[in-house]
């Protein structure tokens, strides 16, 4: 059974760093793609980023292009969200989501969350 499990959210000031971790098991991710996603209060849950974990092509919402940097490690089965310049705006709950394999429509695996908390 395919996991996700996310780490590294915490509380930061306005234009400060985190980078969050979701360590994937259970499953063969070469083919797959890997996402983050993220909640505020009150809100729909939105579109981050995106890595296709094969050729590591990536994608971004625009709210957070030239800020966020998404990567994978293939031997730590692990993918990162590097978040600079953080803005309060940005506080939510980060959720690390799945397609495994690949061609899926939608996403069938998503981890806990993890919260960020960005004060100004």
């Known amino acids: 059974q395919v996991q996700l499990v996310e780490s590294g959210g915490g509380l930061v000031q306005a234009g400060g760093s985190l980078r969050l971790s979701c360590a994937a098991s259970?499953?063969?991710?070469?083919?797959?793609?890997m996402g983050w996603f993220r909640q505020a209060p009150g809100k729909e849950r939105e579109f981050v980023a995106t890595?296709?974990?094969?050729?590591?092509?990536?994608n971004y919402a625009d709210s957070v292009k030239g800020r966020f940097t998404i990567s994978r490690d293939s031997a730590k089965n692990t993918v990162y969200l590097q978040m600079n310049i953080l803005k309060p705006e940005d506080t939510a709950v980060y959720s690390c989501?799945?397609?495994?394999?690949?061609?899926?429509?939608?996403?069938?695996?998503w981890g806990q969350g993890t919260q960020v908390t960005v004060t100004s």
């Open positions: 890595i296709n974990w094969s050729g590591g092509s990536t």
């Open positions: 989501a799945a397609r495994v394999p690949a061609w899926r429509s939608v996403y069938n695996y």
């Open positions: 259970g499953g063969t991710f070469s083919s797959s793609v």
